[in-house]
């Protein structure tokens, strides 16, 4: 079956530390990979994609993101958090024949100062 | 830009009453999406179309249907609405043989009473 997990479902870093979100995921076909951010209120904005070729891709707001094929993760990382990164963050995966985009249930991220 | 609008941010309807969501894509997108967003479940796609008067039951269907007449815009209805129907919903769009991205509206925050 197709699915995302994000095995974290609450986080809470201090401002100024590294941060990493986990996704992982089972896709029959080869997976399109996004993560998109959610501000208090608002729609989902991407983050960065991930299609083909270097495993390491760049996103806004100084986020990156590596595509593992051996361990169906696609990891979420910030070397130095902001206290405006507090959100929830979603992973997603798309690809074949359907135009569709398979969520995980969000990881909601807190910045203590 | 790509700019995706929904009609309301914020609706409080009575239970029984017949409610629309509306959402304009502006980008000539020829796939829409209905999501209902609920914490802790992540993103449910509720209906998507990819075409005009075309359209396909996502994962939770029940109690909603949908209209598109004109290719920029997509419509939610909830026929008879009920309490457990009070929810975010969120809109999307994206373009066929892209790169899956799909680019999201604000959201509508519905309380039905």
């Known amino acids: 079956a197709q699915s995302v997990t994000q095995p974290d479902i609450h986080i809470t870093v201090s401002e100024g530390a590294s941060l990493e979100l986990r996704c992982n995921y089972s896709?029959?076909?080869?997976?399109?990979l996004f993560w998109y951010v959610q501000s208090p209120g608002q729609g989902l904005q991407l983050l960065l994609k991930?299609?083909?070729?270097?495993?390491l891709v760049q996103g806004i707001k100084g986020f990156e993101a590596e595509f593992k094929r051996s361990q169906s993760s696609f990891n979420l990382r910030k070397p130095s958090v902001h206290w405006s990164d507090a959100a929830e963050y979603f992973c997603?995966?798309?690809?074949?024949?359907?135009?569709?985009?398979?969520f995980g249930t969000g990881t909601l991220l807190a910045v203590q100062p | 830009d790509v700019k995706v609008t929904q009609s309301s941010r914020y609706l409080v309807k009575r239970t029984g009453e017949k409610v629309f969501l509306e959402c304009v894509q502006d980008?000539?997108?020829?796939?829409m999406f209905w999501y209902r967003q609920d914490p802790g479940l992540g993103l449910r796609l509720i209906y998507f179309?990819?075409?005009?008067?075309?359209?396909e039951k996502g994962d939770i269907p029940e109690g909603y249907s949908v209209s598109r007449e004109k290719k920029e815009r997509f419509s939610l209805i909830l026929e008879s609405a009920s309490t457990n129907q009070t929810s975010m919903y969120l809109c999307?769009?994206?373009?066929?043989?892209?790169?899956?991205?799909?680019?999201f509206g604000p959201g509508t925050r519905l309380t039905v009473t």
């Open positions: 999307a769009s994206s373009w066929t043989g892209g790169s899956y991205e799909q680019y």
């Open positions: 896709y029959g076909a080869t997976p399109y």
């Open positions: 991930y299609f083909s070729g270097d495993t």
């Open positions: 997603a995966v798309g690809g074949g024949a359907t135009n569709k985009l398979i």
């Open positions: 980008m000539d997108h020829e796939n």
């Open positions: 179309s990819y075409d005009v008067k075309m359209k």
